[in-house]
C-alpha cells in the first residue's frame, strides 16, 4: 500500500513528487487518448488536470488510480513503481463524477467501509469516521443512506469516504460537475479548505477553468492527450504558451504581426476609443467598426471587425464597463487598443 | 489477462446448461431424432406442405395467430394509451390488473372459458334463459373459443409492451400538437402512434409467436376438432408416436417463430419485453 | 380518464373483460355446491376444496412442481448471475453474442424444446425424468436471471464497484460487499418471475412428464380430460390465491410492476 520510503524529488520544481507519469500512453483501439505523457505531481500540493473533454485529463487520472493499465510507459506513486498496482493497493482515494456512494450502507458504513478494509478496530474507526465526516460538517447525517441525501451532502459523503482511508493522493474526477452553481463555488473553496488542513496530495480533473484557477498551485492544460501547459495558474493564466491555451482560458482576441507573430488579447483588456486622436501611446490601435453590440449588465460586449497588422480581417471582442449601453450601435467606427503590457506573444500550438 | 479469465470461468456453468439442456437437444430434433433419418424429416416436412390435412392445420395456426394479434392490438393499445396517459390513482392498479395475469397459470386462465362458454356454461345459460336458443349454442371446441382463449392469454403481454414504449413517449409531445392545432385523435394518430410504433412491434411479434405455439389453449378449447400445430406435435410424439412427423412440425413450428421475430427485429428497432 | 375518449375505453373495457371475467366465474364454480359446471352455481359449499386437498394425485404432482420450481429458479440463478456478471463486468469480446446465446431460449418454441429433451435425453439416453425436467426448467429460466440480474447490473454505477477497490477491496471482496448487495433487487425479482414461470409452465413439461413425476399443471389437463366437475375450479382457485400472495410480495418488495411488467413507474 503506502511506503514510508523517503519521497524522491521532481527534477524541474525541487519539490517531492507524489506521483509520476513517465512516458505514459493510454490507447484504445486506434485512439489515443494519453500520447507519451511526463508529469509530476508535488507533493502536498493541488494540482488540477484541466481541458476540454476527450483531451485524456480522465483517462490520466483512471490510469494514476488504477483502473487503467497505460499501454506504455510508468507511473510512480510515491517513487515507487506503481504501473502494474491494482487500485486496491495503491492507497489512493478517489472522489467520483457520479459519487458512486454505496446505496445499501449508511453514510457512516460508506465513510468507514475503506478504515474496516485496513482492520481499523470498531472504537477507532468510529472515531476517525466522524473527523472525517466533521470535517466535511456532515457528522449529524452519520446513520443515513446516501439516498436520502442532496447532491450537494452526497457530494461531501464521497469527499469524507475518500480522506477518511489518509490517502496518499487524493484524486476528484470533476466533482463538482454535477452540482449547481452556487454549491459550485462553495465547494471549491471547501475542498481547498480541506486540502491546507489535511496537507493532502490532491489532483482534480476538470474542464472549468474558473475552476482550475481558482484551486490549484499548479495546473496543468492538456489537448488531445498531450500537455499543452504546467505551471502555477496566475502565470499560465497571464502567459498561455500557445493559442490552445489562450483558447481555453477566455482569450478572444488574435491577431498578427508583420512580422508573422500571434498576439493573443482579452476582451476586458481591449479599450475602445471613439476617434483616432484618442489612440493611446504605447499600445496597440487598431481602426474597427462596431459589428454587434450585447448588454450584459455589469458590462457590454462590443463585436468588432478590424484589419490587424499583417492585413487581415480580424473579427475582436470588447468588453466595456461603465459605458452607457445606447452608446454604440452597429456600423460606428471606433479605436480599439491595449496596452502594451496586455499583448499576450504566443508560440506555436 | 488473469480478470479475463475469471470471468471467462464465469461463463462456463451457465454455458454448459444451455448446451444440454438447449443448444444440443434441438439440435438433434433437426438431424437425429430416434428412429427417424434426417432424410425422413425432410421427406415429411415437404408433405406437409402438399398434403390438404397439413395444410389445413398450418393454415388454422397461422390465421388464428394473426387475428389474435389483430384483436390483441386493437385492445391492448388503446388501454396501455389510458394508463400511460392517465393521471388517476387508479391507473396504477388498472395496470396491475393488467399485467397480474401474466403471473397466473395459463391452465387455469383457460380453464376460465370452459366454465364460461361450456354448454352448462353462463353464455349458454343465458341464451338460452333469454330466450334467444332453444338448446345451449356450440361454443366451445370453435375457432371462437380457440381465438376469446388467446386473447385473453396474450392480451397483458400486449399491454405491457406498448406501455413501454407510449409512456418513453413524453407527455409534452401531445401537448406540442394540442397547442399546434391538433386535435385529440388527430394527435393520437399522428404523434402517439407513430412513435410508439416500435412497441407495437414487439407486442405484435410477441403476440404472434405465443398464439402459434400454445398448447394448452387449442388443448383445452379447440379439442380434436381444431387441430393447431401444437396439439399435433404432441401426440406425434406422444400419441401416435411418429418421430419424423413431430420433429417437421417443430421444424415449421421454429421457422415460423423465428421468421416472424427476425421480421420484427428488422421492422421495428431490436428490444423484446419478456 | 374515460369520459372524453369514448372509443379508446369501451375497447378497454373489453380488452378487461375478456382478460378478467372467466377467472371470476372460475372462483364462482368452485364454491358451488352441485356436481357439475353449470352457471349459475348451485349453492355455496366447500366441498370440492376439501375434494381437490384430498386427491392425492393433486398432492403429488403439487409437491413435484414445488421442488421443480424451487431447484430450477435456485439452480439459474446459481449459474446465470456469474454468467451475467461477466457479461456486463467482463468487458469480454463477442459480448453480444453471450448475452444473446443465454437469452436464445426465449426465441424456440417451448413445446419444441420439450420435445428435443425427451427425444435426446429421455428415449435416446434413458434419463429419469425429474433430472431432465430439472435441465430443461434451467435452460428456459436462464434467460429472465440474465436479463433481469443484467438489467440491474447495468442500471447500477460501475464506479460503485471501483470506488470499492480504490478504498482497498480485493475483486472478491468488492463482489460480496457491493456487487451482490446491489445487485439483491435483481436477483430477487429474476427469482420469483423465475418460480413463477417453473411453476406454471406447460409446454416444456408436457413431454417430460412419467407416470410418478407430474408437475401440477400438467395434472390439471389430465384430470379435466377425464372427468369434469368443480374440482378443478376448486385447484384454479388455490393457485389464484398463491399467485395474489405472491404478487403481493413482489409489490411489498421490489415493486409488482418493476418486477412482473418490468415497467420503471
Redesign the interface.
Same mark, same amino acid.
Given at each position: 500500500m503506502t511506503t514510508t520510503s523517503p519521497a524522491p524529488f521532481a527534477a524541474e520544481t525541487g519539490s517531492p513528487a507524489a506521483a509520476e507519469f513517465r512516458e505514459v500512453t493510454q490507447r484504445f483501439g486506434d485512439f489515443t487518448a494519453v500520447d507519451r505523457m511526463d508529469l509530476t505531481i508535488g507533493a502536498g500540493q493541488f494540482t488540477t488536470l484541466l481541458g476540454p473533454s476527450g483531451c485524456g485529463k480522465t483517462t490520466s487520472l483512471r490510469m494514476l488510480a488504477g483502473y487503467t493499465r497505460p499501454t506504455e510507459g510508468r507511473i510512480l506513486i510515491n517513487g515507487q513503481d506503481a504501473t502494474t498496482l491494482p487500485p486496491e493497493k495503491r492507497g489512493l482515494g478517489m472522489v467520483f463524477q457520479s459519487y458512486a456512494l454505496f446505496p445499501h450502507m449508511t453514510v457512516a458504513e460508506n465513510v468507514g467501509y475503506g478504515l474496516k478494509l485496513r482492520k481499523v478496530g470498531r472504537v477507532d474507526r468510529e472515531a476517525q469516521v466522524t473527523e472525517a465526516l466533521e470535517m466535511v460538517g456532515l457528522a449529524h447525517l452519520a446513520r443515513r443512506k446516501p439516498r436520502s441525501l442532496s447532491g450537494g451532502q452526497q457530494q461531501r459523503v464521497a469527499l469524507a469516504r475518500a480522506i477518511a482511508i489518509r490517502p496518499t493522493v487524493l484524486l476528484l474526477d470533476e466533482p463538482l460537475s454535477n452540482l449547481d452553481a452556487r454549491l459550485r463555488v462553495q465547494m471549491r473553496s471547501e475542498i481547498r479548505r480541506i486540502q491546507s488542513e489535511t496537507g493532502l496530495s490532491v489532483v482534480l480533473v476538470t474542464h472549468d477553468q474558473d475552476e482550475a484557477l481558482e484551486m490549484s498551485d499548479d495546473m496543468v492544460v492538456m489537448k488531445s492527450g498531450q500537455i499543452m501547459q504546467q505551471g502555477h495558474p496566475a502565470d499560465v493564466f497571464s502567459a498561455p504558451a500557445n493559442r490552445f491555451v489562450a483558447d481555453f482560458l477566455g482569450y478572444e482576441n488574435f491577431l498578427t504581426t508583420s512580422q508573422g507573430i500571434t498576439l493573443a488579447i482579452r476582451p476586458e483588456h481591449l479599450q475602445v476609443q471613439d476617434t483616432e486622436t484618442d489612440a493611446v501611446d504605447e499600445a496597440l490601435n487598431l481602426r474597427a467598426t462596431v459589428t454587434d453590440v450585447a448588454y450584459r449588465g455589469v458590462d457590454t460586449l462590443l463585436m468588432l471587425r478590424a484589419r490587424d497588422p499583417s492585413g487581415e480581417e480580424v473579427d475582436l471582442l470588447a468588453e466595456t464597463r461603465g459605458e452607457d449601453p445606447g452608446r454604440y450601435t452597429p456600423g460606428d467606427n471606433l479605436t480599439a487598443s491595449a496596452p502594451r503590457h496586455r499583448l499576450v506573444q504566443l508560440g506555436d500550438d | 489477462m488473469t480478470r479475463r479469465s475469471t470471468f471467462v470461468l464465469l461463463l462456463v456453468p451457465g454455458l454448459l446448461f444451455l448446451l444440454l439442456g438447449f443448444i444440443l437437444p434441438a439440435l438433434g430434433v433437426l438431424f437425429a431424432a430416434p428412429g427417424a433419418t434426417t432424410e425422413d424429416i425432410f421427406s415429411r416436412l415437404v408433405q406437409m406442405f402438399t398434403d390438404p390435412y397439413d395444410l389445413r392445420i398450418i393454415g388454422r395456426t397461422v390465421g388464428l395467430g394473426l387475428v389474435v394479434t389483430a384483436l390483441c392490438l386493437v385492445l391492448g393499445f388503446p388501454i396501455a394509451y389510458l394508463l400511460a396517459r392517465s393521471e388517476s390513482r387508479w391507473a396504477g392498479v388498472l395496470l396491475a390488473l393488467a399485467i397480474f395475469p401474466l403471473l397466473l397459470s395459463n391452465v387455469v386462465r383457460t380453464f376460465g372459458w370452459l366454465v364460461v362458454l361450456g354448454s352448462n356454461g353462463a353464455i349458454g345459460q343465458l341464451s338460452m334463459a333469454l330466450g334467444l336458443t332453444d338448446s345451449p349454442p356450440q361454443l366451445l371446441y370453435t375457432s371462437f373459443a380457440i381465438i376469446m382463449g388467446l386473447t385473453q392469454l396474450f392480451l397483458p403481454l400486449a399491454i405491457v409492451a406498448c406501455y413501454s414504449a407510449i409512456s418513453q413517449v413524453e407527455a409534452g409531445l401531445d401537448d406540442a400538437a394540442r397547442g399546434l392545432g391538433a386535435g385529440r385523435t388527430r394527435t393520437f394518430w399522428d404523434v402517439v402512434v407513430p412513435l410508439s410504433l416500435p412497441g407495437v412491434v414487439v407486442a405484435a411479434t410477441l403476440v404472434f409467436a405465443g398464439s402459434v405455439t400454445a398448447y394448452t389453449t387449442p388443448y383445452l378449447l379447440g379439442g380434436s376438432r381444431q387441430r393447431m400445430l401444437a396439439t399435433e406435435l404432441y401426440s406425434y410424439s406422444s400419441v401416435t408416436i411418429d418421430w419424423a412427423a413431430a420433429s417437421a412440425t417443430a421444424i415449421v413450428m421454429t421457422v415460423l417463430v423465428v421468421l416472424v421475430s427476425g421480421l420484427a427485429a428488422r421492422l421495428g428497432r431490436k428490444g423484446a419485453t419478456t | 380518464?374515460?369520459s372524453?375518449?369514448p /372509443?379508446?375505453?369501451s375497447?378497454?373495457v373489453?380488452?378487461?373483460m *375478456?382478460?378478467? $371475467?372467466? /377467472?371470476?366465474? $372460475?372462483v364462482?364454480?368452485a364454491f358451488t355446491s352441485g356436481s357439475? @359446471?353449470?352457471?349459475?352455481p348451485e349453492g355455496f359449499s366447500l366441498q370440492w376444496f376439501e375434494a381437490a386437498a384430498g386427491h392425492t394425485p393433486f398432492r403429488a404432482a403439487l409437491l413435484t412442481s414445488l421442488q421443480l420450481a424451487l431447484l430450477s429458479t435456485g439452480?439459474a440463478l %446459481?449459474?446465470?448471475v !456469474? %454468467?451475467t456478471? #461477466?457479461?456486463h463486468?467482463?468487458?469480454?469480446p463477442g459480448k453480444g453474442f /453471450?448475452e444473446g446465446?443465454?437469452l436464445? !431460449?426465449?426465441?424456440?418454441? =417451448?413445446?419444441?424444446?420439450g420435445?428435443?429433451?425427451?427425444?435426446? @435425453?429421455i428415449?435416446?439416453y434413458r434419463i429419469d425424468n425429474f433430472p431432465v425436467l430439472l435441465?430443461?426448467h434451467?435452460?428456459l429460466l @436462464?434467460p429472465y436471471a440474465?436479463r433481469v440480474t443484467g438489467a440491474a447490473l447495468a442500471g447500477s454505477?460501475e464506479?460503485?464497484e =471501483?470506488?470499492?477497490?480504490? +478504498?482497498? #477491496?480485493? !475483486?472478491m471482496?468488492t463482489f460480496f460487499?457491493?456487487t451482490l448487495?446491489?445487485l439483491?433487487p435483481g436477483i430477487f425479482s429474476a427469482g420469483l418471475l423465475g418460480f413463477?414461470t417453473s411453476?406454471?409452465n406447460?409446454?416444456l413439461s +408436457? +413431454?417430460l412428464q412419467a407416470r410418478d413425476t407430474r408437475t401440477l399443471?400438467i395434472s390439471? +389437463?389430465d384430470y379435466?380430460q377425464q372427468s369434469?366437475d368443480p374440482m378443478?375450479?376448486a385447484v384454479?382457485t388455490l393457485?389464484?390465491a398463491g399467485?395474489v400472495v405472491?404478487?403481493i410480495i413482489a409489490?411489498r418488495t421490489v415493486g409488482?410492476?418493476r418486477i412482473?411488467?418490468? *415497467?420503471n413507474?
Open positions: - | - | 380518464m374515460t372524453r375518449k /372509443i379508446a375505453a375497447l378497454a373489453l380488452g378487461y *375478456i382478460m378478467i $371475467v372467466p /377467472i371470476l366465474f $372460475v364462482a364454480a357439475s @359446471l353449470r352457471f349459475p439452480l %446459481a449459474v446465470g !456469474p %454468467a456478471l #461477466a457479461i463486468r467482463g468487458k469480454l /453471450i446465446l443465454f436464445s !431460449p426465449l426465441i424456440i418454441p =417451448e413445446l419444441v424444446v420435445l428435443a429433451l425427451f427425444q435426446q @435425453l428415449v435416446t435441465l430443461g434451467t435452460a @436462464l440474465v454505477d464506479s460503485l =471501483e470506488a470499492a477497490r480504490g +478504498l482497498g #477491496a480485493s !475483486p471482496r460487499s457491493v448487495p446491489v439483491r413463477i411453476f406454471n406447460v409446454p +408436457l +413431454l399443471p390439471m +389437463l379435466v369434469y378443478i375450479a384454479s393457485i389464484l399467485t405472491i404478487a409489490e409488482f410492476t412482473f411488467g418490468g *415497467i413507474r
